[in-house]
């Protein structure tokens, strides 16, 4: 069974800079895509990035784009979002998440496209 359990967020001041992390069990980060969304309330769950089980590809929001750095640790089996200019728009829960099929080479936006999520945690950015 494959569980995914993120850091705590926290409350950050708008330009500050917050790093996440997503441990994953049941399955090891290296062999499937993964990826971040984020929530709010009343909106939509929304792509962040996104990267291959290969590791050589990378999406982003153009929201986030030259901000936000998805990243992972083999050896630990973690997931990070590296989240440096915060703006108060970024306000969400953030969630990391797995896709059910290994190796597969199509890396996608589409949280349609997970199967596998975390639980959320609350990232707030202050003006």
């Known amino acids: 069974q494959v569980q995914l359990v993120e850091s705590e967020g926290g409350l950050v001041q708008a330009g500050g800079s917050l790093r996440l992390s997503c441990a994953a069990s049941?399955?090891?980060?290296?062999?499937?895509?993964m990826g971040w969304f984020r929530q709010v309330p009343g909106k939509e769950r929304e792509f962040v990035a996104a990267?291959?089980?290969?590791?050589?590809?990378?999406y982003y929001a153009d929201s986030v784009k030259g901000r936000f750095i998805i990243s992972r640790d083999d050896a630990k089996n973690t997931l990070y979002l590296q989240m440096n200019s915060l703006e108060p728009e970024d306000t969400a829960v953030y969630y990391c998440?797995?896709?059910?099929?290994?190796?597969?080479?199509?890396?996608?936006?589409?949280?349609?496209?997970?199967?596998?999520w975390g639980q959320g945690t609350q990232v707030t950015v202050s003006s």
């Open positions: 998440a797995a896709t059910a099929h290994k190796y597969y080479s199509g890396l996608t936006t589409q949280k349609d496209s997970y199967d596998y």
């Open positions: 049941g399955r090891t980060v290296s062999s499937t895509n």
């Open positions: 990267i291959s089980w290969i590791g050589g590809s990378r």
